[in-house]
């Protein structure tokens, strides 16, 4: 829950921009966290706020007019997410891979 979002936010930091951070509602200690741990670092103003709470939360969050949206999780959820989105075209990242998904090839060795 920690490596996960790290890219996005990441990026949305070096590019400028500050970050609303909506952890899984699962892990919502790991938002808290990561949001405390850029504010302890000193910033002018902050760069991370992390908002909680379950789907309710982030369908607000899609409808808040925030410049984009990235999304991780289900393909299920990131589907509502784009609907979402759609409806105020605010652009969005999907990364909706759902529970670690595995393609293998015809050749694959599947006994090795």
Do not use: H
Request: proline share 5%.
């Amino acid at each position: 829950p920690v490596f996960t979002p790290m890219g996005t936010l990441s990026y949305a930091m070096a590019a400028g921009n500050a970050v609303v951070f909506k952890p899984s509602e699962l892990t919502p200690g790991v938002g808290v966290w990561l949001a405390e741990v850029w504010d302890s670092l000193g910033a002018s103003q902050p760069l991370i706020q992390t908002i909680t709470g379950d789907g309710s939360t982030g369908n607000a969050l899609c409808r808040a007019d925030v410049d984009k949206l990235a999304f991780t999780g289900s393909a299920a959820t990131g589907r509502k997410v784009m609907a979402a989105c759609a409806e105020t075209l605010t652009p969005v990242v999907i990364e909706g891979g759902g529970k670690d998904a595995l393609l293998v090839d015809k050749d694959a060795n599947l006994d090795a």
